[in-house]
Nanobody
Framework: QLQLVESGGGLVQPGGSLRLSCAAS???????IGWFRQAPGKEREGVSCISSSGGSTYYADSVKGRFTISENNAKNTVYLQMNSLKPEDTAVYYC????????????????WGQGTQVTVSS
């Protein structure tokens, strides 16, 4: 079974940075990988996605210019570099994979990590 483990979450001040990691138990060459987040009382939303080749990336408008998704295929790991963090970025962040191309439709993602908490507060 494909397992995903997120790490790197924590408490950070507004304007600070965090780098989230998503480590997979198998090669990610055949999957697109997405990051989602869910804040208390809100719907889960797509944040970013990277294609299986790494050649295409997607970002939600709310994080464009601040977040960067990248992949190290040799390590079976995807990263989400988060800069200029805002309080509204506070959420549980999940990574997930889909055998299809990047999509914002959660049902297409077949494996999910357990989530990591990101809290942005002064």
């Amino acid at each position: 079974q494909l397992q995903l483990v997120e790490s790197g979450g924590g408490l950070v001040q507004p304007g600070g940075s965090l780098r989230l990691s998503c480590a997979a138990s198998v090669t990610l060459n055949w999957y697109a990988i997405g990051w989602f987040r869910q804040a208390p009382g809100k719907e889960r939303e797509g944040v970013s996605c990277i294609s299986s080749s790494g050649g295409s990336t997607y970002y939600a408008d709310s994080v464009k210019g601040r977040f960067t998704i990248s992949e190290n295929n040799a390590k079976n790991t995807v990263y989400l570099q988060m800069n200029s963090l805002k309080p509204e970025d506070t959420a549980v962040y999940y990574c997930a994979v889909t055998p299809q191309t990047c999509t914002n439709y959660e049902a297409d993602f077949t494996s999910w990590g357990q989530g990591t908490q990101v809290t942005v507060s002064s």
